[in-house]
């Protein structure tokens, strides 16, 4: 985790492949309680210290990631998020060229919680919610090609899902097709960026991750 914006209210960073956000059943330490621990020695504060998850990323996936400091920031960030009031820009890598150079995805996702998988559908069928995603091809080298992507929507494992429906799995996305892992355990799916109106101060927060430190991800970037 590396810090990428903070002030009085709210506190974005971008993740490492790895890292869970939030608390779960593995009893790992999430990126809520790491940031809690920089906040109490930062400002040497005693007692409890406040961070509100105010969404989510995937623990094989890197980039952006906002947690607010005060609870009036986090009542008003989990509105936006879920008012589709925050941009956020991904980038993915993938083996296969997607058929188009650019199209807008339609698909209804239905999610096995027994195996933590989404599954795409070309029509809307029981218990399925409507996925809309926009991609572009932004980059290629030798053997891949770079994605960007714009989620109308925030379903289960998303990006994920709608392009391996497509033919296009994420590069190390064994859960989806991909063929191999990467050597990290990671998937190239990286929250790249993300602009929003501040929820206290009302103005506009712009920020981009890096990408992380490997060859690949790093000759994009360039």
Known sequence: MTILYE?????????????IVQGDK????????????????????????????????DRPTTGIVVF???????????????????????????????????????????????????????????????AVMHYKIIGASEN???????LETGRHHQARTQLAKIGSP?????????KRSNADGSISLHARAISFIHPVSDTKIEVTAPVPEDNLW?????
């Open 7 to 19: 002030d009085n209210h709210i506190i974005i960073v971008n993740k490492a492949s790895g890292e």
């Open 26 to 57: 593995t009893g790992d330490k999430p990126l809520s309680e790491i940031v809690k621990e920089y906040l109490k020695e930062k400002y040497n504060k005693p007692g409890n210290v406040f961070c509100g998850v105010t969404h989510r990323l």
């Open 144 to 150: 891949y090609f770079l994605l960007e992507v714009d």
């Open 68 to 130: 607010a400091k005060t609870s009036k920031a986090l009542s008003r960030l989990n509105e936006m998020f879920r008012n589709d009031k925050v941009d956020k820009i991904y980038w993915a890598i993938v083996k296969n060229s997607p058929p188009n150079h650019e199209d807008t995805l339609i698909h209804w996702l239905k999610k096995n919680e027994r195996n933590n998988k989404s599954t795409a559908f070309d029509n809307e069928k029981q218990g399925t919610k409507k």
């Open 218 to 222: 790093q000759s994009f970037e360039q």
């Open 170 to 178: 994420i590069k190390g996305d064994l859960k989806y097709g991909a």
